[in-house]
Structure formats: structure tokens, C-alpha cells
């Protein structure tokens, strides 16, 4: 295939391409650089050939940069490209070998904020249509850009987006922004995401912190939510709020293939992380089938009182948790929340305060969609292999995508499952940039020939 042979001979362009989007810093988080960045990518995108434009949903938010290319096949598909332009911040700049934002190329490596997330998956989309035009003038189907700039702070806007450009955005297929290679150089063709609800629940017993010496009087508002948390889930990881699971479906017999089939070297991972044991001493299959799809409830941070150098003997007069909870299919974040809440009332504890920071559903696609065999064959061709995943663990906007446009969502991308992402010296492999590029482009043919 022609275009495949032009990607081998333009990686030289793509490395360039993408040092130019890194050197220009796009940091949601700080807003810094989130207008040019967009204006940027906007620019690459017509150089490519694609029709782009700049849309907007209201002052204060990051625009989405838009692209469109359509085939001149009569009747085809249309494949649409989710990916970000906004990065996380580089601190801290000390841990860094190179400017952050210097986009250095290293051997088989191009260092920088940004090189792996988003920018090397996006470069990968971009080069892949390029090709497909420079050396026949035309795609095999029709393609979409969607590139917005805020997902490195939550995607707080991605669902209105979806919905106002609802029919814009209209498309046949989905491929999600990122993609990983684990170490033994194998891509993870990524069918779903996992829900998020986070939450902090608060006590306020005193106005001010008091002399520890009067715990006989005074009550202790740690203590009270170290017991209300407790009432949350069981030593094993099972959530105790009551309805918790219910709407939970369980793993289709398809799912359970592809989970058992898919490689975990528990070893290593334990190794990994310094750790002897998982959770309810977990194992094997029943490990896999926690990490596709697992719901959990964990606490991400306690604070209360004195936590600093040496001893002080001090009563605090507040104390709170944040709480993260993954949701897996069916479990929809408003329902779960008015279930916690109930959960608490119950137990006693309606003095507890909640507040909601976040909450999404999780996503899957369907492993017998069409849509998935020819991801998965797109990438055997390139890669020479690739390992099916039900879910990833994590967490994305995929619901928005799923719900407003109903089209199957895939992941499948170039970034090396131990490239730094959202940490110092952040790379992107350039061999995985070319096979990725290569695979989006199969993917490409393959999707214009249903
Ligand atoms: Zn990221």
C-alpha cells in the first residue's frame, strides 16, 4: 500500500512536526499557551490537507479544533479522531535532563512535555491522512478531527461540546487519543474506560483546633470519619453501601475470553510497585478481571490536625477525605451519589458533609462490533501483534462519545506504557510513532472498505 511506503519515508517530517507542537507550551492547567496551541494544530491540519476550523462553546473555555476530510467515495464511513492539545504542567523543571518544552530528539526518543500525551498520538492521525492524500489524492473514507484542550484538567466541557456539534461530529467510529505498547512491545487495543466519582466528605466538630488535653470533653472530628469511612468498604475491597452493585452487569463470555487470553506478569507488577500481595490476595484471573472491571472506593487523601515535624498534642477541629471511586458499565455516577448519601444517613452519620467534585460513566465497546476486528487486525499487521483489553483501568470521557454519537469507541496509539507520561523527561518512541502511524493508516483502508 502506497501510503504505508510514504510514512516510512516522511518520519523525518513527522519528528519535526511534532518538535513544533511540543515546543509550544499548551498547559490547561495554568491556561498557558491554550489559544496558540489551538491556532497551531489548526494549521497542521489545513498543511495536511484537511479542512479545519476553530469552534468555540463560550468565553473562558478552550476551543476545540476541528478538522474534516471528506471522501470522494460515494457512501463511505466516516472515522472520526479524538485526541487533546493540551498538556500537564512540566513541573518540576529541576527533574527534567532538557527543557520541557524543548522537544529534543535522542536516538530512537523525542523528549518534552506533551511528546507521548497527546501530541505523538496526534502527529501519528495527522501523518496518517496526510499520506493517504499525498499519494492518492484521496481517503478511503471520511475522516473527523476533534482536538480539544482540556483534557489534561477533567474535560470539563467535552460533553457540551458533543452536544452542541452533535451532528458536526457524526461518525461511523471512534479512535481515542491514546493508546499504550507494554514493554514487550505489543499495543493494547483498548475496548472501554472505567467511571470516576470523586467526592470529599468533611467533619466540622470545633471552630478552632483546641489543646489535646480536652479530648475528654471535646469530640474528635478524625475519629468520626475514620468510623464513617470504615462503614464504606470491607477489608477485601467490596464496596458495603447498599445498592451499590446492583445495576452491575456481569462479564459477557466473549469478555471473559479476551481477559483471560490478555498477558499480566503479576511478578513484575508487584515488583513494579515494591509490594508483596493485592488486594484480597487477588490471583491470576480473578487479578485481570479486577483491573477490567473492578469497581473500587479509595481514599486518595485523609487530612486532619498536625501531620507535620516531631510531636504536637493538638485536637483538631475538622478532618476530611477525599474519595475516588471507579465505576464500571451501568453504574451511573448521580445514582451511585444519591446512594452514598443515603448510605451515610443510615449509618448515623448525617452530620457528614459531601461534596462532589466529578463523576462519569464508564464506557465499552462491544467485542463482536465490526469495528473491532479491524482495529485489531490493522494493528497485527503493523506491529506484527496486539493484545485485546476490555476496559482500561483509568478513566476517560468515553460515555460523552458513546452517548452523543453512538459510535464505537477503540484506543490504540504509540505511547510506551513506560514513557513518562505527566512526569519529568516524558518521551516518545520513534519507532512506535512510525508503526502507529502505519496502523491508523490500515485502520484507515479497512474502515472505508465496510
Ligand atoms: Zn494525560
Sequence with gaps: MKPLKH??????NLISDLQTLIRQPSVSAKNEGI??????VQKMLTKAGIKSEILRLKKGVAPIVYGELKSKKNNSQTLLFYNHYDVQPAEPFELWDDPPFSGKLKGNKIFGRGSADDKGELITRIKAVEAFLKTTGDVPCNIKFVIEGEEETGSAHIDQYLKKYKKKFACDGVIWEFGYVDSKNRPIVGLGMKGLLFVELFVKESIRDAHSSLAVLIKNPAWRLIEAVKTLRDSNGKILIKDWYADVQPFSKKDLEIISREPFDENSFKKEFGIKSFVANKKGLEAKK????GATCNIAGFVSGYTGEGAKTVLPGNALVKIDFRLVPKMDPKKQVERLKKHLKSKGFSDIGIKVYHGEA???TNPSDPFVSQVKEAADESYGTSILNVSNAGTGPMYSFVENLKAPCISIGS??????????NEFARVDLLKKTTKCIC???DKFGKT
Design 290 to 293: 479486577a483491573l477490567v472491571g
Design 442 to 444: 490500515l485502520i484507515i
Design 7 to 12: 510514512v516510512d519515508s516522511n518520519m523525518n
Design 415 to 424: 505511547t510506551y506504557m513506560f514513557s513518562r507520561i505527566h512526569s519529568p
Design 362 to 364: 464508564a464506557a465499552r
Design 35 to 40: 489559544e496558540e496551541c489551538a491556532k497551531l
